[in-house]
């Protein structure tokens, strides 16, 4: 979303909206929460950051244009009420089953934690924040207008590191070492390159500039130098790259196909798994470890982890690697939490992952290679070999940390950070110190 970006025509602005249906809630959300903040300084870091998030929403610096703002003025209330009838549908009853709050309880906390906090009905499920004490912790949730298309963008605005394009980020991985996934071949229309030979294995294919795993496809290795795809499609090798580059404008990225350490191999249905980490720059501009969960994939999906596909996660605790329960992302409680995984009946809640201390070192190391950027969301497949970087990303996603977790990351040391390191804008460059 470009929340703080170049003034637009009314026009212009509708087109972006129609490209993404999370923008106006976006600025629905960000509507009570900017007004709550927008001059009133509260005592804690979290009060502050999310004055610096009411003043960028005004306009004072930086912000949606002012039709934008008049638009989510006119617009809360029905989106409010839809989205209460829509959620409530789907979670309501189940929710009344498992914790006793009634229908009515549910559509008045949603409708208090949205005036309070800018939290959506959505979110209202995905934070379980109709569990007991729910409402309390409600101000520690760090949403995702406030972080995602809000804060993170003026934190990483001008770097230069690649995140955005997977062949360049494995380029810039190589050129620093970093343990990563290699890049077999690129496909795009009329630009195909073959980096490597392609292995008498299985692939991994995705679109070069796609988020949240879609696209992403399992070619398998049939023998006789052939490859077979989604819907039975069969390719020769020497063919495949060139057919993969006809089918899309945005690109392919061909890559060999992990697996997970053997002893997490239970912990899939045949994706690979991945550790999400997420990194902050702290008062020394050294990379700091403030979140980190666990995605697994479960049922028909088999190609990716990723929980907004499906996919489950549980929380890691970022000293010892072990496990708590796992969830879906929890817009529809039906799963609920997981201390086993349903298809593998593989131990989740209580289970170390093999080679923390390297996942952890993995992960700062590689936030020094990007140290352009803040804020860092890391994808690390902890395979035979070590823990390998599968992705970055510049502006990940909180719910991943938070919903695992169960309460909000707006505890603790990352508002602190997000608050030093945007008054640290204003103050001349410091040198990064690389981690012991």
């Keep these: 979303m470009a929340f703080y970006a170049e003034r637009l025509s009314p026009s212009a602005a509708i087109r972006r909206l129609r490209r993404s249906k999370y923008k106006m809630a976006y600025w629905i959300g960000g509507l009570p929460a900017a007004t709550r903040h927008r001059s009133v300084r509260g005592p804690s870091p979290l009060d502050e950051l999310r004055q610096e998030y009411a003043q960028s929403y005004w306009g004072l610096k930086g912000g949606p244009i002012p039709a934008l703002r008049l638009l989510a003025r006119l617009l809360w209330m029905p989106r409010l009420i839809l989205g209460m009838l829509r959620y409530t549908m789907r979670n309501g009853r189940l929710v009344r089953a498992r914790t006793g709050a009634t229908i009515t309880e549910q559509i008045l906390s949603q409708m208090l934690v949205y005036e309070r906090h800018g939290i959506l009905p959505r979110w209202y499920y995905i934070f379980s924040l109709y569990e007991p004490g729910g409402i309390d912790r409600a101000p520690y949730f760090l949403n995702r207008f406030e972080t995602k298309a809000g804060l993170f ?241 510049g502006g990940p996603d909180v719910d991943l940390m938070q919903r695992p977790l169960r309460r909000g990351i707006g505890q603790g040391r990352f508002p602190e950070l997000l608050l030093f390191n945007l008054r640290r804008q204003q103050q001349p460059h410091q040198t990064a110190i690389s981690p012991a």
């Design 153 to 393: 963008r003026r934190l990483n605005r001008g770097g230069n590191s690649p995140l955005g394009d997977k062949a360049a980020f494995a380029a810039h991985c190589a050129h620093h070492e970093i343990p990563h996934v290699p890049v077999l071949a690129t496909a795009r229309v009329n630009d195909v390159r073959r980096l490597a030979d392609l292995p008498e294995a299985d692939l991994f294919i995705k679109p070069i500039k796609q988020r949240g795993g879609r696209g992403a496809e399992h070619w398998q290795w049939i023998g006789q130098g052939r490859f077979r795809g989604p819907g039975g499609t069969i390719v020769y090798g020497q063919s495949l790259i060139a057919y993969l580059g006809r089918r899309s404008s945005l690109g392919h990225l061909i890559q060999p196909r992990m697996t997970n350490h053997p002893s997490i191999a239970d912990l899939s249905n045949g994706a690979l798994s991945t550790v999400r980490v997420l990194t902050c720059l702290n008062e020394l501009g050294v990379p700091e470890i403030v979140g980190a969960s666990f995605r697994m994939a479960i049922g028909r999906n088999r190609t990716v982890d990723n929980i907004h596909a499906g996919g489950i996660a549980a929380a890691v605790d970022f000293e010892t690697g072990m496990l708590g329960p796992a969830s879906n992302l929890g817009d529809n409680a039906a799963l609920g939490w997981l201390d086993h995984h349903p298809d593998t009946g593989g131990q989740i809640a209580g289970r170390i992952l093999p080679l923390w201390p390297d996942v952890v070192k993995l992960s700062r190391s590689a936030h020094c290679a990007f140290a352009d950027r803040v804020v860092i969301g890391w994808d690390i497949a902890i395979v035979a070999d070590g823990p390998t970087l599968v992705e970055g990303n």
